[in-house]
């Protein structure tokens, strides 16, 4: 059963920073693309950041280049968010995802942590 769990969400004043945790099981992680997503109330979900299997590749959305940093640990099978100098446009609720692409794609989600920036 492929589970993706994340942590590390919560409060924060505008300003601060939170780091947030991506635990897959269930899967080959090491071979998976992972990225972080969130959605804001009334708003799509969109694309924050995105990390391919080895580490070497990482995108962002424009809207965070420079504040968050997408890394992975395959040892730990975990994708990790650090979110610098939050703004209260930041709050939303932020979701990993992982993608294994082999003979078809496959896409799994986590249920999503809160984020909350106040100003």
């Known amino acids: 059963q492929v589970q993706l769990v994340e942590s590390g969400g919560g409060s924060v004043q505008a300003g601060g920073s939170l780091r947030l945790s991506c635990a897959a099981s269930?899967?080959?992680?090491?071979?998976?693309?992972m990225g972080w997503y969130r959605q804001a109330p009334g708003k799509q979900r969109e694309l924050v950041a995105i990390i391919n299997s080895s580490g070497a590749s990482t995108n962002y959305a424009d809207s965070v280049k420079g504040r968050f940093t997408i890394s992975r640990d395959n040892a730990k099978n975990t994708v990790y968010l650090q979110m610098n100098s939050l703004r209260p446009e930041d709050t939303a609720v932020y979701y990993c995802?992982?993608?294994?692409?082999?003979?078809?794609?496959?896409?799994?989600w986590g249920q999503g942590t809160q984020v909350t920036v106040s100003s």
């Open positions: 269930g899967i080959s992680f090491s071979i998976a693309a």
């Open positions: 995802k992982a993608t294994i692409v082999g003979l078809s794609r496959r896409d799994y």
